[in-house]
């Protein structure tokens, strides 16, 4: 296998050089878990260690290394250490799960974003809407996939549904199952591209991989019949180079996908309606009660659907929750190290005067 097959370009190779120079070896980060990571290097797959200088910023910034990130190793003594971290040319982030506010890196360095729903009972263009305001935050560009074709008596009808809330983003029906070998994926797995998998539990995303692989590499699970929910059963964020060329990454089903994301990704994700909004008579219009608005007469008309606007509302409200704590959060940490920075500035003042 050379680099380039794993997405190394000249860009990544310019990034590199001072790591060239300490004698470091270019990687990529195949597998992240509990246990650890493991990353691809032109030598093959190795188990890896974070540096200790890394692993102490992990402490707090869980996400200094993650899937599909672009490392700097050294293979001494049998260990093979992550070094240094390469920019990003995007990051898939969420707000993790729980009560602190904290982001969780999904993966690094991806071109398209699959977001993949069923189109059995898991079928939710609410839910596509929250992936699609995710995709828009990360930089990668996102593609919806509509799985499950086989258990959908009409494909037509549900794709057009998502055409018209996902405004110029490209849909593709079909069945992981019964992958025919011209599938509409064949564009986006090129050589040098890196692709992720995410969407809820269940919804075939392992299934659809073992596809591309050509064989059953990732283990999946039966839906639950009683509640189309899936069992959870990749546990791992997975990297994997296609025989074809290109690079995928499957990732756990997530039960809620919380947001980590600025109000120009709502924006993006919604833009018919900031675009109904410049008609708004007042510029702070909330679209709530204002005459003159814009937003509403299109909700009365029936050119905007209320339950699309109901979504909208309900994301916005959810960002500014997430902006207030991460505020808040940002000035506790502000003040932890202003009070670091006394604690160290009277330690030196207690040495001057010999006490
Ligand atoms: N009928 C049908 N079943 C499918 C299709 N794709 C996947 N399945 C089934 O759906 C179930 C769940 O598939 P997985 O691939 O494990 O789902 P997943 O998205 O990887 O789930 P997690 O790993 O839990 O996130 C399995 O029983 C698959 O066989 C499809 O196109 N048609
Ligand atoms: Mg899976
Ligand atoms: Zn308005």
């Known amino acids: 296998m050379i680099l380039e097959d ?4 000249p860009e990544r190779a310019a990034a590199f050089t001072s790591c060239a120079d300490r004698g470091f070896v270019p990687a990529r980060v195949a597998r992240q878990d509990r246990g650890g990571f493991a990353v691809w290097s032109i030598d093959g797959l190795f188990p890896a260690v974070l540096a200790g200088r890394l692993r102490r910023r992990s402490v707090d910034e869980v996400n200094v290394v993650a899937v599909g990130d672009w490392v700097a190793i050294d293979q001494q003594g049998g260990t093979t250490t992550i070094q240094e971290v390469l920019p ?3 990051t898939c982030v969420r707000k993790s799960a729980g009560a602190i506010t904290s982001a969780q890196v999904i993966a690094a360095n991806v071109d398209w974003l699959l977001l993949v729903s069923g189109l059995d009972g898991d079928f939710n263009p609410r839910r596509i809407e929250r992936y699609l305001t995710f995709a828009w935050n990360s930089g990668a560009s996102p593609v919806i996939v509509l799985n499950k ?3 959908c008596a009409d494909v037509a009808q549900r794709v057009a549904t998502v055409e018209d809330i996902a405004i110029g983003v ?3 029906a079909l069945s992981a199952t ?14 040098g591209k890196t692709v992720a998998m995410v ?4 919804v075939g995303k392992s299934t659809l991989i073992n596809a591309l692989l050509g064989d059953a590499r990732q283990r999946t699970c039966e839906v639950r019949s009683d509640d189309d929910h899936g069992r959870h059963t990749t546990t791992r964020r997975e990297l994997f180079i296609l025989p074809t060329g290109g690079v ?3 990732t756990p089903g997530m039960r809620e996908l919380q947001l980590w994301a600025d109000a120009s990704s709502l924006e993006a994700t919604f833009h018919d309606i900031e675009s109904l ?9 909330s679209h709530s009660h204002e005459p003159g608005c814009a937003v509403l007469s299109a909700l009365h008309s029936g050119e905007l659907d209320a339950e699309r606007l109901t979504s909208f509302r309900k994301l916005q409200r959810e960002l500014r929750h997430l902006e207030i704590r991460q505020d808040h959060r940002a000035r506790l940490e502000e003040k932890a190290r202003w009070k670091a920075i006394h604690k160290s500035v009277r330690k030196i003042g207690h040495k001057r005067s010999g006490r």
Do not use: K, M, T
């Open 170 to 172: 490209p849909v593709h």
């Open 149 to 151: 074709s086989d258990l």
């Open 248 to 250: 995928v990454i499957d």
């Open 277 to 285: 909004a410049q008609a708004c008579r007042f510029g702070d219009c």
């Open 88 to 90: 990003r040319s995007s």
């Open 6 to 9: 794993l997405g190394w370009n």
């Open 199 to 202: 969407g809820s539990s269940g």
């Open 178 to 191: 019964e992958l025919a070998c011209n599938h509409a994926l064949g564009p986006y797995l090129r050589r």
